[in-house]
């Protein structure tokens, strides 16, 4: 394990890629977050301000998790797009090693760009709030450290995606249709009269429920349909459950596969 561990310390350092999306990460959502305490500079500072500038947008914070996905896709599919996946088996043939050396550094990466991502953002704002906020009252707290857990798996999907589709262009595509065009559809569609039984699956679209991490309050129906949602830690179950449902199916193809 150790030198499957070293090994792939080695390859996501030496990648220029990695620096590219952790520095876009970092800097879109610092742009986000900036704008945020900019526009709200003269509102009362609350609970949710305080999470939305720190994650660069609150519910609609995208570009961490989507960019700590794209890295653990690399992580996989870059083997196959560049056919080191050979050598790399000649050099550590135990497959579980690998893929679990790959799962441990995507994991490490994510939770050191989330914190760094929100430290960030919290210079940011406290530059506006002439102040820094305590971020240790809930539900900020389980927010920030849902928001972590969010990315966590994120970064896992990515890699589980690829290593399943053994390549990058099937698993980015299923990374952005599934939420932008799969589960709004199906939520558009739950607000038909005629497909209203469509509601009750809401709660169990998995992007959907994991966007639930980072929620600050229940769900607000606005006088529209009550979609019922879990909280938020049964939410991220079922997005972390869907993703484990990925990993396995794709770690069985890779012992079983050639590669």
Do not use: C
């Not at 989507?66 to 080191?84: K, L, V, W």
């Amino acid at each position: 394990m150790t030198d499957a561990l070293r090994f792939e310390s080695v390859r996501i350092r030496t990648l220029r890629s990695t620096y590219w999306l952790i520095g876009l990460g970092l800097i879109l959502t610092a742009g986000v977050a900036l704008i945020i305490a900019i526009a709200t500079r003269d509102d009362t500072l609350d609970d949710v301000l305080v999470r939305d500038v720190l994650t660069g947008g609150g519910d609609f914070a995208t570009f961490i998790p989507i960019f700590i996905a794209i890295i653990g896709i690399f992580a996989t599919g870059h083997e196959y797009r560049h056919g080191t996946i050979q050598p790399t088996l000649l050099a550590i043939p135990q497959r579980s090693t690998i893929l679990t050396a790959k799962i441990a550094l995507i994991l490490v990466t994510a939770v050191i760009v989330t914190v760094l991502s929100i430290a960030i953002n919290l210079l940011v704002g406290s530059i506006f709030w002439g102040e820094i906020p305590d971020l240790t009252g809930s539900p900020l707290s389980e927010a920030l450290f849902g928001y972590v857990i969010m990315v966590m798996i994120y970064g896992v999907l990515g890699l589980a995606l690829a290593q399943l589709f053994r390549g990058i262009p099937s698993a980015i595509v299923v990374l952005f249709v599934v939420p932008l065009v799969v589960e709004s559809l199906v939520a558009g569609l739950s607000t038909v009269d005629a497909l209203d039984w469509l509601q009750p699956v809401l709660k169990f679209l998995p992007f959907g429920a994991g966007q639930r991490l980072i929620a600050m309050e229940d769900y607000d129906p606005m006088g529209g349909p009550d979609f019922d949602y879990l909280d938020r830690w049964a939410s991220g179950g079922v997005f972390a459950g869907f993703t484990l449902i990925i990993l396995l199916v794709a770690w069985f193809l890779f012992k079983k596969r050639d590669a």
